[in-house]
T-cell receptor, first 114, second 113 residues
Framework: GAVVSQHPSRVICKSGTSVKIECRSLDFQATTMFWYRQFPKKSLMLMATSNEGSKATYEQGVEKDKFLINHASLTLSTLTVTSAHPEDSSFYIC??????????FGPGTRLTVL | DAKTTQPNSMESNEEEPVHLPCNHSTISGTDYIHWYRQLPSQGPEYVIHGLTSNVNNRMASLAIAEDRKSSTLILHRATLRDAAVYYCILRDAPGGGADGLTFGKGTHLIIQP
């Protein structure tokens, strides 16, 4: 089956710094990728839709200037958390859309902001 | 997306079958029923999907009621590795569609050895 990877799997940073998370589709091309956030014991919440070669579409309540998304190629989307604060600590998960619109999820990135 | 209702948690014994219910009384005629599961500290993974007929794959079976207002995910022989949160999601496309998925609370499946 299709594989989606994320890097890093875990990151700890200081408050005020920026963190970049990569999402790659390893054996297929994905014109659309999605970014989700999950707080402890909660369900995944869709943050944004990332389209190759165009601007990302953000869900209501998600600050586009804080969560910068770049989808520069058909196999890579990046999420940059700018000026991170402790409340941004969460589990960030990406997914990529396959040929039949099925979604393949990455393993997630756990961000801890001190 | 049409709403689904699942029990918060279920418990089963290892090597026994597990039936996970999902109610979707407001399902539309074009909605597909998808199941995903999320193991602890991992991203979700696709399990199965169907429209009207029952479906089987190597992971599970999906039984869909005749009126399509409910469905049941069946794990034929649960193992400890099946302990996860199972999500029932309706989408108007056979795959995920062009939009992101809306996850409800899901069912937390506990497997006892």
């Amino acid at each position: 089956g299709a594989v989606v990877s994320q890097h890093p799997s875990r990151v700890i940073c200081k408050s005020g710094t920026s963190v970049k998370i990569e999402c790659r589709s390893l054996d297929f091309q994905a014109t659309t990728m999605f970014w989700y956030r999950q707080f402890p014991k909660k369900s995944l919440m869709l943050m944004a839709t990332s389209n190759e070669g165009s601007k990302a579409t953000y869900e209501q309540g998600v600050e586009k200037d804080k969560f910068l998304i770049n989808h520069a190629s058909l196999t890579l989307s990046t999420l940059t958390v700018t000026s991170a604060h402790p409340e941004d600590s969460s589990f960030y998960i990406c997914s990529a859309t396959g040929s039949y619109n099925e979604q393949f999820f990455g393993p997630g990135t756990r961000l801890t902001v001190l | 997306d049409a709403k689904t209702t699942q029990p918060n948690s279920m418990e089963s014994n290892e090597e026994e079958p597990v039936h996970l219910p999902c109610n979707h009384s407001t399902i539309s005629g074009t909605d597909y029923i998808h199941w995903y599961r999320q193991l602890p500290s991992q991203g979700p993974e696709y399990v199965i999907h169907g429209l009207t007929s029952n479906v089987n794959n190597r992971m599970a079976s999906l039984a869909i009621a005749e009126d399509r207002k409910s469905s049941t995910l069946i794990l034929h022989r649960a193992t400890l590795r099946d302990a996860a949160v199972y999500y029932c999601i309706l989408r108007d496309a056979p795959g995920g569609g062009a939009d992101g998925l809306t996850f409800g609370k899901g069912t937390h499946l506990i497997i006892q050895p």
